[in-house]
């Protein structure tokens, strides 16, 4: 079972940052956050993972809350491109990835 | 640098036929997987290789599915008979280490059993 929440859909004007949470409230010490996206018809895409500290990459900002209990990506600059579902996983180790449903991010023109 | 290369990218059968799915790994990547993702929901691991053993198939079917990755490089996935509950999309990943667990996704094969 997923160990996260995360709301099931979100809009975002072209050009805004895209603030997408996730509620992890159950996280254990070494467990990693890790975000993927998948693009209608594609398979899933890595985008950033973290433990503790703040992570960025050329793709997104990961912000985690001090108790590590809620976590949110950030796309500083959403482009249509950006539109798809993002899965918020909380892993361990070499543990398997599992996914929830998602959130389904729509970037309004 | 070549993705992950999965064939076909559709197919539909009857039930109780048989079919098979190939996939080929990014290269040097020694860690592959299968994923079953059924309409409206996320992936769900079927089975873990690491080079050409069995890490996790936990959630494989094993009356029906089989996989196998007998060099350590290509994999295929079998479904035999197919059941109407087996149309999904068929997701094959791989990864350079898997304690990282960045999973590089090839573009799935979809599944559709009437």
């Known amino acids: 079972d997923a160990k996260t929440t995360q709301p099931p859909s979100m809009d975002c004007a072209e050009g805004r940052a895209a603030n997408l949470p996730c509620n992890h409230s159950t996280i254990s010490g070494n467990e990693y956050v890790y975000w993927y996206r998948q693009i209608h018809s594609q398979g899933p895409q890595y985008i950033i993972h973290?433990?503790?500290n703040n992570e960025t990459n050329e793709m997104a900002s990961l912000i985690i809350t001090e108790d590590r209990k809620s976590s949110t990506l950030i796309l500083p600059h959403a482009t249509l491109r950006d539109t798809a579902v993002y899965y918020c996983?909380?892993?361990?180790?070499?543990?398997?990835?599992?996914f929830g449903t998602g959130t389904r991010l729509t970037i309004i023109p | 640098e070549a993705g992950v290369a999965q064939s076909p990218r559709y197919k539909i059968i009857e039930k109780r036929q048989s079919v098979a799915f190939w996939c080929n790994p990014i290269s040097g990547h020694a860690t592959l997987y299968w994923y079953q993702q059924i309409l409206g929901q996320g992936p769900k691991l079927l089975i873990q290789?690491?080079?050409?053993?069995?890490?996790?198939d936990s959630q494989l079917p094993k009356d029906r599915f089989s996989a196998e990755r007998l060099k350590g490089v290509d994999s295929t996935l079998k479904i035999q008979p197919a059941k109407l509950e087996d149309s999904a999309v068929y997701l094959c990943?791989?990864?350079?280490?898997?304690?990282?667990?960045?999973?590089?996704f090839g573009p799935g094969t979809r599944l559709t059993v009437l």
């Open positions: 290789f690491q080079n050409n053993g069995v890490v996790d």
């Open positions: 996983i909380v892993q361990w180790g070499n543990e398997k990835l599992t």
């Open positions: 990943a791989s990864s350079l280490d898997p304690a990282i667990n960045e999973q590089f």
């Open positions: 973290g433990l503790k």
